[in-house]
């Protein structure tokens, strides 16, 4: 057993010896070499990549210091997608052949798609110090200070590049990118058109210009190129909805909710879809689906700030106003550097009455974005409102002799905002929405006195005209708003619910007239300044 033990040992001992034992250095075969790298390079020209690389690798075996070999294989790698074995290859190349510009082109190429523009800038550099003045070399060079969003080199880049290929979309559209990081929209739609002309099936170039179009407000464009997008490219969740905010642009809302679900199911966890079709939902005023779509935005990223300032807008449309402050509390909270969250909530205290609250939200959401022009508008509202309740506070008690409180008329009871009252504070990317500056209509100088009988009939009515409305029966809402006006001249509300009816029904003079008196009786009445907005805008495309 001993003996057998010592045998094993020493057998183990002598493969160890061997492992560690240096082979004699295999002499290169540059015959062999070159005959199987010609081989590999009439694959690779055929587009049989796998079968390139392996007799690349064949060559590379009889000749190890094979630079071409390893700057061919390195290339076939990157272009299928295997980085890391491409830049070991294009790293062994440039060592064995420091001057080798192709080699310097390729890599660059390779770290502009790892996202390492600094060290892509450096090898484009050398590959140019090396004279390879290509055009790939420049338009490589390009995206990389893309990157580093250095624009203006990368357009002398890009213009080097055309200049000495002009047959090229893909430049023309790198470079349409690039002017529209500049807000040259004009010259970035005559690029991605130039690419069009050059590539008539560039879907991405429909697209890009698509998009552009409606940077300059040609939505109409726009939805023309989205057609021919979505055409070529029916899977893309961002070509559909795209499409779909262009048709809700040019007041298709019903097309345009079927193209955000058609976006929707192929990206299902995208909560910016479902906030957009949440938005088109909400111009449509189907305010139950509005809500379901953004509560569903909410769900897919709790994280969303913007998703919970959109929510809460349809929180208060619905009445349901804690759940919508709460909302504006959580957006504030997720993101206190949002102003779109301070001014929503302070919307929202303003017309619930709580003006000190609405003031200090206005007030910094001035100071996050000092030219919201919407919050400046409310701001002074609200301040003016504060103003009055101080100096209402302030006023001197009742003295004697004077009419005891039990004695006194009891005040009326308080508006609760109904639904289509409460502003609609919108998350949005870009400029603040804006709010048409309130003018008064002419009424009388003493309003006319309402006995509370009138007043509770007239209450009465108008809430049986919003259920008509609600149901779609305009004609028998207006006539009961019109019996509530008759009753009540002094309600704004009631003007406003009426002037709402005759928009549905598209009588926009009408509509317009109605708007006029509520505004007149309540000068800051936000939501009534807004619907006014939408009725002049589509009595003057209805005269055109």
Do not use: C
Not at 9 to 35: C, G
Not at 275 to 288: D, I, V
Not at 289 to 318: T, W
Not at 325 to 331: H, I, K, P, T
């Amino acid at each position: 057993m001993a003996g057998g033990a010592a045998v094993k040992q020493m057998i183990t001992l002598f493969v160890v010896a061997a492992l560690f034992t240096p082979l004699p250095a295999q002499r290169p075969d540059f015959r062999k070499a070159e005959t199987v790298f010609a081989q590999a390079r009439k694959l690779e020209i055929a587009g049989k990549a796998a079968e390139a690389i392996a007799k690349f690798s064949e060559a590379i075996h009889f000749a190890p210091d094979f630079a071409a070999a390893y700057r061919h294989r390195g290339k076939l790698h990157a272009a299928a997608g295997n980085d890391k074995e491409a830049l070991r290859d294009l790293d062994v190349s440039l060592r064995l052949q420091p001057d080798d510009a192709e080699a310097y082109a390729a890599r660059g190429d390779l770290y502009v798609r790892l996202n390492e523009p600094d060290k892509a800038i450096k090898d484009f550099d050398a590959a140019l110090r090396f004279k390879r003045e290509r055009p790939e070399v420049f338009a490589g060079r390009a995206a990389a200070y893309g990157a580093l969003r250095q624009y203006r080199r990368a357009l002398d880049d890009y213009a080097r590049a055309i200049q000495l290929r002009l047959d090229r979309p893909e430049y023309y559209f790198a470079r349409g990118g690039i002017l529209v990081k500049l807000n040259q929209y004009r010259e970035a739609i005559d690029d991605y058109t130039r690419a069009i002309e050059y590539k008539p099936d560039y879907a991405d170039a429909y697209l890009e210009r698509g998009f552009t179009n409606g940077f300059v407000g040609e939505f109409e464009a726009a939805v023309k190129d989205f057609d021919v997008a979505v055409r070529m490219l029916p899977q893309s969740a961002r070509a559909h909805g795209l499409r779909a905010e262009a048709l809700r642009q040019v007041d298709q809302p019903e097309p345009a909710v079927e193209e955000y679900t058609k976006a929707i199911a192929l990206d299902p966890k995208n909560p910016d879809l479902f906030l957009a079709r949440g938005s088109t939902y909400m111009q449509m005023r189907k305010f139950e689906e509005s809500l379901a779509d953004r509560d569903q935005a909410v769900k897919i990223k709790p994280e969303y700030a913007e998703a919970y300032v959109a929510r809460g807008g349809s929180y208060h449309l619905l009445g349901q106003h804690d759940k919508g402050l709460a909302d504006r509390s959580e957006a504030i909270r997720l993101k206190p550097g949002l102003p779109e969250a301070w001014n929503a909530r302070g919307n929202a205290y303003y017309l619930l009455g709580n003006y000190a609250k609405s003031v200090s939200d206005l007030r910094e959401a001035i100071r996050l974005a000092p030219n919201y022009e919407e919050a400046k508008k409310v701001l002074s509202f609200a301040e003016k409102k504060l103003a009055e309740q101080v100096a209402a506070a302030s006023e001197p008690k009742q003295v004697a002799g004077a009419a005891s409180p039990a004695s006194a008329p009891a005040p009326p009871a308080p508006e609760t905002p109904k639904p289509e009252e409460v502003a609609k504070p919108e998350p949005v990317k870009a400029e603040p929405p804006k709010v048409e500056t309130p003018r008064a209509a002419p009424v009388p100088a003493k309003p006319p006195t309402v006995t509370k009988t009138q007043a509770a009939r007239a209450l009465v009515l108008e809430k049986e005209a919003r259920t008509l409305t609600e149901s779609g029966e305009l004609a028998k809402a207006i006539e009961a708003l019109g019996q509530s006006l008759e009753l009540n001249p002094n309600s704004a509300m009631a003007w406003n619910a009426r002037g709402y009816t005759y928009l549905r029904l598209k009588k926009y003079k009408e509509a317009i007239a109605d708007f006029d008196q509520a505004i007149a009786r309540r000068p800051d009445y936000a939501n009534a300044i807004h619907n006014r907005s939408v009725a002049r805008a589509a009595q003057l495309k209805k005269d055109r």
